[in-house]
Structure formats: structure tokens, C-alpha cells
T-cell receptor, first 115, second 112 residues
Framework: NAGVMQNPRHLVRRRGQEARLRCSPMKGHSHVYWYRQLPEEGLKFMVY????????ESGMPKERFSAEFPKEGPSILRIQQVVRGDSAAYFC?????????????FGQGTRLTVV | DAKTTQPPSMDCAEGRAANLPCNHSTISGNEYVYWYRQIHSQGPQYIIHGLKNNETNEMASLIITEDRKSSTLILPHATLRDTAVYYCIVRSRGDQGGKLIFGQGTELSVKP
């Protein structure tokens, strides 16, 4: 049973370009969470999605960032017009339900570098 | 904001038990205690969770006080590979989506 898959593992973008980060949840999981970890800092919640729905985006920056989780395919975190401050590790997690008594499992992350 | 308090760092000798404390004095009845760890900037790894009873799995034991205001994660025989940042998290059991809010965690160093 494959774990949470994130790709690419490393992504380099020039300032002003777009970054697309993909997250394939574990089989049978329909809930996805995205987190950002800036260098030498902790993990910050960004957004929680179910299939075709954004449930909680309280941690998302107001501009340039968006997320989706379509009926088919992986969840996508999209960053438009990237700036150097977007350089970070981005992790996603998945769980089978929304209930707090089921574990959420994390992927290995995408490390975004903006040059 | 994280609802837990943990010591910023701890040391443990290899082969000894590592006991990591966590204070969650404002925990409510519908919240679970979860533990994750992050080894050298890898993805966080699930360890264990519990509501009010003590729990044990192949990785660790979780001891929750009777008033649920604090807990201890026990790694029974720490190895060098257990060196990591350990996060104690309270997580809603209900309909709020169960997002995990990470605090600063405890940086555990296992020494030979």
C-alpha cells in the first residue's frame, strides 16, 4: 500500500514563475491537508480539502496561492508569481475521514527553491 | 495556535527509555492527543494517539493523566535513529476537519 506521494521532490522556479505541487493521497483517503515549513521554522497549516471541496483555507496566504482536489487525480497546490519568500518545504497529508480519531499520514514533501 | 507546551530539547542515552512530556491543560473532551516526529526535515511521521486511555504500539507508549491535562510519550529503548523533533498535538475528534496544528516540539537527541 503506497504512502502519500508528492512530486516533484525538488522544484526550482525563477521569480515570477508558477509552481505546481502535486499530492496523491493514500488509497482510500479522500481528505488532504497541505502544510508549509519555512527554513528553520515549524510546520504551518495551509489548507484542508476533500474531493472537489475546500473545507478550511484559514492558513492560505490571501494572494497567489490556491489549492484544489479534483474528483479524479492528485491534489494540486498552485503558487503564482513566486517570490523568494515562497522557498520552503511543502508537505501534504491524507486521511480516510475528517474525524480526529483517524491518523493522517504525510508525504516526503516538495522542496521549492525560488531563484 | 498550538494548544500544547513541550520542552524545547532533551537528551537521551542510546538504549535507555526516552520520556517526552507534554502539557495540554486546556484540552477539551472532544480532543485527541497525537504524537508525530520529524526526522531531519523529512515528512512528519505518525507515532501514536489517544483520547483518555494509555496506548501502546510497536513504536511507543502514550501515557495520559487521568485529568487529561498532560501526557508522556515513551520510547522504550531509544536508538540513534530516534533523534528527531517530536510534536505533541491536540486534535478535534469532531466535525471541524481534524487539522493538525504543530507547535515547536521537542528536539530529542539520542547519544551513544
Amino acid at each position: 500500500n503506497a504512502g502519500v506521494m508528492q512530486n516533484p521532490r525538488h522544484l526550482v522556479r525563477r521569480r515570477g514563475q508558477e509552481a505546481r505541487l502535486r499530492c496523491s493521497p493514500m488509497k482510500g483517503h479522500s481528505h488532504v491537508y497541505w502544510y508549509r515549513q519555512l527554513p528553520e521554522e515549524g510546520l504551518k497549516f495551509m489548507v484542508y480539502l476533500q474531493k472537489e471541496n475546500i473545507i478550511d483555507e484559514s492558513g492560505m496566504p490571501k494572494e497567489r496561492f490556491s489549492a484544489e482536489f479534483p474528483k479524479e487525480g492528485p491534489s494540486i497546490l498552485r503558487i503564482q508569481q513566486v517570490v523568494r519568500g515562497d522557498s520552503a518545504a511543502y508537505f501534504c497529508a491524507s486521511s480516510p475521514t475528517y474525524r480526529g480519531n483517524t491518523e493522517a499520514f504525510f508525504g516526503q514533501g516538495t522542496r521549492l527553491t525560488v531563484v | 495556535d498550538a494548544k500544547t507546551t513541550q520542552p524545547p530539547s532533551m537528551d537521551c542515552a542510546e538504549g535507555r527509555a526516552a520520556n517526552l512530556p507534554c502539557n495540554h491543560s486546556t484540552i477539551s473532551g472532544n480532543e485527541y492527543v497525537y504524537w508525530y516526529r520529524q526526522i531531519h526535515s523529512q515528512g512528519p511521521q505518525y507515532i501514536i494517539h489517544g483520547l483518555k486511555n494509555n496506548e501502546t504500539n510497536e513504536m511507543a507508549s502514550l501515557i495520559i493523566t487521568e485529568d487529561r491535562k498532560s501526557s508522556t510519550l515513551i520510547l522504550p529503548h531509544a536508538t540513534l535513529r530516534d533523534t528527531a523533533v517530536y510534536y505533541c498535538i491536540v486534535r478535534s475528534r469532531g466535525d471541524q476537519g481534524g487539522k493538525l496544528i504543530f507547535g515547536q516540539g521537542t528536539e530529542l537527541s539520542v547519544k551513544p
